[in-house]
């Protein structure tokens, strides 16, 4: 994603350490972005697309807590960032 296009810089939040990968963290930084972009897949990304937060349902599942999605499941990683992201909003309402 091209963040040239109007984004602003909101702050940067973790670190997270992956289940299977204890010597790694990672950090995650939040934008604001005043339409949706494009979005354009990597190789650490099986899916990808924009999600409302009214969307994410969490739920508890085989390995912890995970988002229910119209496509699927948000699980892992991903899941306990995006839970700490809804968190943060939350706190600063």
Same mark, same amino acid.
């Given at each position: 994603?091209?963040?040239?296009?109007?984004?602003?810089?909101?702050?940067?939040?973790?670190?997270? +350490?992956?289940?299977?990968?204890?010597?790694?963290?990672?950090?995650? !930084?939040?934008? #604001?972005?005043?339409? &949706?972009?494009?979005? *354009?897949?990597?190789?650490?990304?099986?899916?990808?697309?924009? +999600?409302?937060?009214?969307?994410?349902?969490?739920?508890?599942?085989? !390995?912890?807590? #995970?988002?229910?999605? &119209?496509?699927?499941? *948000?699980?892992?990683?991903?899941?306990?960032?995006?839970?700490?992201?809804?968190?943060?909003?939350?706190?600063?309402?």
């Amino acid at each position: 994603m091209n963040l040239n296009y109007g984004a602003k810089y909101l702050g940067h939040f973790g670190p997270f +350490v992956p289940r299977n990968r204890n010597n790694l963290e990672v950090y995650a !930084y939040a934008f #604001e972005i005043p339409t &949706r972009l494009p979005l *354009v897949p990597s190789g650490e990304s099986e899916y990808i697309r924009w +999600v409302e937060l009214s969307e994410l349902q969490m739920t508890e599942g085989e !390995y912890g807590r #995970e988002f229910r999605i &119209r496509d699927g499941i *948000v699980w892992g990683l991903t899941a306990r960032i995006i839970e700490r992201f809804l968190e943060l909003c939350e706190i600063s309402k």
